[in-house]
């Protein structure tokens, strides 16, 4: 059967639609995941550092020294004065809160990489069933309504 130029368009704004189904459909799955176990999709980095005091008290040291840093100077250095440490129960409540910020942004970053996808699914699917009955009725050689 011989296919028109408009049909071949068609076709191919049908299978494209049809793989941006498929992609964002997998993304969807991932960010409902993310929704429902946000402790499961947050980068290792964060997870290894918020399990103990000292993996954090390391992680935030290194990021405080670094942004003390002078970096006009043509030799950058570390200030002379270390952060001192706080006590271990300091230290447990704000490695807690950090961790509660770290799953609050993931979480938030998934409802709104849900709602876009929502979107794309939603122009994927009236794309492809308005090009998929355009197929259908030139292939019956009916006009379509």
């Known amino acids: ?18 793989i941006c189904l498929a992609v964002n459909m997998g993304l969807m ?10 402790d499961l999709t947050i980068s290792d980095h964060q997870y290894t550092t918020h399990q103990n005091n000292n993996n954090y008290w390391q992680d935030q040291s290194g ?4 942004s003390r840093m002078n970096i006009f100077a043509p030799n950058p250095q570390k ?14 409540k704000q ?4 961790y509660q910020n770290v799953i609050a942004i993931e979480k938030r970053s998934a409802t709104r990489d ?3 996808e929502f979107i794309v699914i939603l122009i994927s699917t009236i794309l492809f069933f308005t090009h998929w009955r355009f197929v259908l009725h030139r292939k019956q050689g009916v006009k379509p309504v």
Do not use: H, W
């Open 63 to 66: 990021r405080s020294n670094i």
């Open 79 to 92: 200030d002379s004065n270390p952060i001192q440490r706080p006590t271990e129960s300091e230290l447990t």
């Open 29 to 38: 799955i991932y960010n409902v995941v993310s929704l429902v176990k946000p």
């Open 1 to 18: 059967m011989k296919k028109t130029a408009i049909e071949i368009y068609a076709l191919i704004i049908c299978l494209g639609a049809m």
């Open 114 to 116: 849900l709602i876009f």
């Open 95 to 98: 490695r807690l809160d950090s």
